[in-house]
């Protein structure tokens, strides 16, 4: 079964909207931590946000948030005032504590139009 | 963060030959993964290489095709031996830090082209 699922494969958004990549995500383990990465055309991975299934509060890093709804088992990224350069491929990963390997979704293709 | 970066940046390789790819970070981390990315496709780690002791490799991938070397805590090298145009692919490195391993960092990446 899909452990992580983002079921949004491509997305066109106008620029300076705001953006909300979806993020599913499946575990028995009851301390995990979730994180999302951008990877640009250039190839690299890039760190972006985590969340801890402990973390009281949704997790926030300059224009980027977590909106994690625990029950629902969902770590929605959210990308406020979208910018050209946020154009790229976002993964989300899952930790589950029992196994510290990261666990990634199939990716999401952000457009953003001028 | 740590700053890691990797050697060759890319590469295109006839087909029989290996290439090894060298990661270097900026500071001294115990777990440093191997990951493969094929085109369109997202992340697949190779094996986990820990200094001081063998790298251990995921379902699918072999020491024999992927040998890897740790030889102390900021440095590792993946060598793909024996390419095919199938290997044709992103390589990345990557390290956790953190007791909580709540954060991992990736190197820019070799991308590899094989005809």
């Known amino acids: 079964a899909q452990k992580i699922t983002q079921t949004q494969p491509g997305m066109f958004v106008q620029e300076k909207e705001a953006v909300t990549l979806d993020c599913t995500y499946d575990?028995?383990?009851?301390?995990?931590?979730l994180f999302w990465y951008k990877q640009p055309s250039s190839g690299e991975m890039i760190f972006l946000i985590y969340?801890?299934?402990?973390d009281q509060q949704n997790a926030t890093e300059g224009r980027y948030s977590l909106n994690f709804q625990k029950a629902r088992k969902s770590a929605n990224l959210v990308i406020s005032a979208s910018q050209l350069g946020d154009s790229a491929m976002y993964f989300c990963a899952m930790r589950e504590d029992s196994n510290y390997q990261l666990i990634w979704g199939a990716g999401t293709k952000l457009i953003i139009k001028p | 963060s740590a700053v890691i970066s990797q050697k060759p940046s890319r590469d295109i390789c006839q087909r029989g030959t290996s290439l090894t790819i060298q990661c270097q970070v900026d500071s001294q981390v115990t777990m440093m993964f191997w990951y493969r990315q094929q085109p369109g496709q997202s992340l697949t780690l190779i094996a986990t290489a820990n200094q001081g002791s063998e790298a251990t490799y995921e379902s699918g991938f072999v020491i024999d095709k992927f040998p890897i070397s740790r030889p102390n805590l900021t440095f590792s090298t993946l060598t793909v031996s024996n390419m095919s145009p199938e290997d044709s692919s992103i390589y990345l490195c990557?390290?956790?830090?953190?007791?909580?391993?709540?954060?991992?960092?990736f190197g820019p990446g070799t991308r590899l082209t094989v005809l």
């Open positions: 990557s390290v956790v830090l953190g007791v909580s391993y709540n954060e991992q960092f």
């Open positions: 575990t028995s383990d009851p301390s995990y931590g």
């Open positions: 969340q801890g299934s402990y």
